[in-house]
T-cell receptor, first 115, second 115 residues
Framework: DTGVSQNPRHKITKRGQNVTFRCDPI?????LYWYRQTLGQGPEFLTY????????KSRLLSDRFSAERPKGSFSTLEIQRTEQGDSAMYLC?????????????FGPGTRLLVL | AQSVTQLDSQVPVFEEAPVELRCNYS??????LFWYVQYPNQGLQLLLK??????LVKGINGFEAEFNKSQTSFHLRKPSVHISDTAEYFC?????????????FGTGTRLQVTL
């Protein structure tokens, strides 16, 4: 079990640029979640996938955000035309199915700074 | 919709002293309850969770939490803390009814253990 990995760990970009983050879940996990954590706040749910299907998106996920999980394995989160308000830690979590026994395992996060 | 309140943003405590981190939640439906810990530059790690049954839940690293339905609380306790317990602690809930176990987090409590 190598855990959930996220790349890059840090990203600095200028306002208006596009950025893409990658999440590699634990290999046998079929669910994958994205959360955003701003300074001094807890993580907030953005979206989740069951295999390759994106089943739910939060209202926090504006049109500039898009997430994919093309083969039901790794996932990417892209932010277009970044704004300073996008600066945050982006966390990925994976789990094996849903229901009460589900435990989400979190990656170390990607910290984004938009200048 | 659910919400989670962690009233204490920071809790300083001496090593070997007991500690309680408070968590209150609000929800119109039944929820599952979780405590996660986040060490610096790391992802969130599950400490313990309450699904049903006994209201006293034991977790890893000597932590335990008690679910109190009438007070809508799920406080985290440890009888004797160690320096290595210094971290950010997040209380979270998930909706029992939903198909996704998306988590709603509190704002976190920073536990600072000193000698």
């Amino acid at each position: 079990d190598t855990g959930v990995s996220q790349n890059p760990r840090h990203k600095i970009t200028k306002r208006g640029q596009n950025v893409t983050f990658r999440c590699d879940p634990i290999s046998e996990h079929n669910r994958l979640y994205w959360y955003r954590q701003t300074l001094g706040q807890g993580p907030e749910f953005l979206t989740y996938f069951q295999n390759e299907a994106q089943l739910e998106k939060s209202r926090l996920l504006s049109d500039r955000f898009s997430a994919e999980r093309p083969k039901g394995s790794f996932s990417t989160l892209e932010i277009q035309r970044t704004e300073q308000g996008d600066s945050a830690m982006y966390l990925c979590a994976s789990s094996n199915s849903g229901g009460p026994r589900e435990t989400q395992y979190f990656g170390p996060g990607t910290r984004l700074l938009v200048l | 919709a659910q919400s989670v309140t962690q009233l204490d943003s920071q809790v300083p405590v001496f090593e070997e002293a007991p500690v309680e981190l408070r968590c209150n939640y609000s929800s119109s439906v039944s929820v599952y309850l979780f405590w996660y810990v986040q060490y610096p530059n790391q992802g969130l790690q599950l400490l313990l969770k309450y699904l049903s049954g006994s209201t006293l839940v034991k977790g890893i690293n000597g932590f335990e939490a008690e679910f109190n339905k009438s007070q809508t609380s799920f406080h985290l306790r440890k009888p004797s803390v160690h320096i290595s317990d210094t971290a950010e602690y997040f209380c979270a809930v998930s909706d029992m009814r939903g198909t996704a176990s998306k988590l709603t987090f509190g704002t976190g409590t920073r536990l600072q253990v000193t000698l």
